[in-house]
């Protein structure tokens, strides 16, 4: 299961049940340019990624380490960190497996 930055920072922001438009003014960018990072089509640069991390109310390693590879070898010692990213792995297994079902559902003959 791999995230991306973008899906990161959209799970936190919908857990926080923010619009995208007052995550991108509060962080400076547009809300399409958020979007679209939300969407993995754009990149953030790291001061971005820190202005929406801010924005978000979260630690912008949360966001780094919730993004990495599942062998990533990248830690925190910072507790709310590491519960955010725990957090977010879980929810996106959860959003895996609701597709799945959704998806083979759907599969089958009415």
Known sequence: ???????????????????VSDIAKKA????PFLTLVEQGRRQPSLQVLNDLAIALKVPLEAIIL??????GTMQSSDDQARRIVESVK?????????????DAHHAEPA
């Open 90 to 102: 879980k929810l996106k297994s959860l959003q895996d497996a609701l597709k799945r079902e959704l």
């Open 66 to 71: 919730a993004s990495q590879p599942e062998n």
């Open 28 to 31: 400076h960018v547009s809300p």
């Open 1 to 19: 299961m791999t995230i991306n930055v973008g899906e990161t920072l959209r799970m936190i922001r919908e857990a926080r049940n923010e619009k």
